[in-house]
Each structure stands twice: as structure tokens, then as C-alpha cells.
């Protein structure tokens, strides 16, 4: 079955960097898009970025251009998410999906829907 497996989260000052990894499985790669989403408590869950795995397209959130970048290891169906200059306003539960589809407007991501999500994993900013 379709699995999305994340990791490399975790509590970083501010200005400081992680890379968060997912893991798929169970299908064919290229075929889907893979995209990295967020949601703070009590906010809604927001675009970060989205890789095209069977071109390498990208698309970011205007919040984290030139900060983050999405890359991918195609022979490994893993995609990254490098989270350089961090801020406190990145304190959220990030999740890897599947099949997304955005609506794009004033340089945001909408989520409107994935069709496997994967459990999350907790960034920690702080001042």
C-alpha cells in the first residue's frame, strides 16, 4: 500500500536549519506529485512546496522562497524539505502528501485535497 513515511524534525533556534525527509512507497514515483504541507495549532494547514517527481518542477510558498528548498532522490522515492534561516513562525507540524492539488494565489499554496498524507513530523523554532 501507499506509504508516506517523514522525519527530521525538531527544535532549532532561530536562524538555524533542518531537512525533513520523505519516504514513499507503494507506487509508482514519477507518477505523482509529492508536496510538503504545515499547520500551527489552531491555523490551517498551508502549502509549502511541491515537487512534479516525474519532471523535478517545483513550487513554493512565497512565505519560504529562498529559504527552503524541495529536492528529491528519485532512485530512493524520497523527497527533502531544507529549511534554512528558520523562524518562529515556522513552528508547525509538517506533512508529506500525495497527488495534491493547490490553488495558487498571492504567492500562497491552498491545500485543496492529497489522496495519502503522512503522519507529520514537529518543527520547533524558537526566538
Known amino acids: 500500500q501507499v506509504q508516506l513515511v517523514e522525519s527530521g524534525g525538531g527544535s532549532v533556534q532561530s536562524g538555524g536549519s533542518l531537512r525533513l525527509s520523505c519516504v514513499s512507497s507503494g507506487y509508482t514515483y514519477g507518477a505523482k506529485n509529492l508536496g510538503w504541507f504545515r499547520q500551527a495549532p489552531g491555523k490551517g494547514r498551508e502549502g509549502v512546496a511541491i515537487?512534479?517527481?516525474?519532471?523535478?518542477?517545483?513550487l513554493y510558498a512565497d512565505s519560504v522562497k529562498g529559504r527552503f528548498t524541495i529536492s528529491q532522490d528519485n532512485g530512493k522515492n524520497t523527497v527533502y524539505l531544507q529549511m534554512n534561516s528558520l523562524k518562529p513562525e515556522d513552528t508547525a507540524v509538517y506533512y508529506c502528501a500525495r497527488d495534491v492539488i493547490v490553488a495558487v494565489a498571492a504567492g500562497t499554496l491552498r491545500p485543496l485535497g492529497g489522496d495519502h498524507w503522512g503522519q507529520g513530523t514537529q518543527v520547533t523554532v524558537s526566538s
Open positions: 515537487v512534479y517527481t516525474g519532471t523535478g518542477s517545483t
